[in-house]
Nanobody
Framework: VQLQASGGGMVQAGASLRLSCAASGLTFRNYAMGWFRQAPGKEREFVTAISWGDGNTYYADSVKGRFTISRDNAKNTVYLQMNSLKPEDTAVYYC????????????????WGQGTLVTVSS
């Protein structure tokens, strides 16, 4: 199984970025997909997830209304649209796959991508 995250970069506060995560080696439509992030010196934290099947979405309070997760099962890809970025969004963003319906706990995810760095300057 491989999860390949891309789309990170350096932007100014208020800008937008879209992250992508392409999956291979698994039956993508049967997995919930999540995004987590880890800032320097901090623990990994849940950002958002989308369930398998009906595609219900879940967000951390810190990103609700600014970030949108979506998935394209035909392309085996999950996206994270990030708008109105803030300096506190600076982190390495990881995508992950979970055989359960959905989870916000990183320990419950089965597969992880390599991470993509997002840096937001003020």
């Amino acid at each position: 199984v491989q999860l390949q995250a891309s789309g990170g970069g350096m932007v100014q506060a208020g800008a937008s970025l879209r992250l992508s995560c392409a999956a291979s080696g698994l039956t993508f439509r049967n997995y919930a997909m999540g995004w987590f992030r880890q800032a320097p010196g901090k623990e990994r934290e849940f950002v958002t997830a989308i369930s398998w099947g009906d595609g219900n979405t879940y967000y951390a309070d810190s990103v609700k209304g600014r970030f949108t997760i979506s998935r394209d099962n035909a392309k085996n890809t999950v996206y994270l649209q990030m708008n109105s970025l803030k300096p506190e969004d600076t982190a390495v963003y990881y995508c992950a796959a979970d055989a359960n319906y959905y989870s916000s706990k990183w320990s419950e995810y089965d597969y992880w991508g390599q991470g993509t760095l997002v840096t937001v300057s003020s």
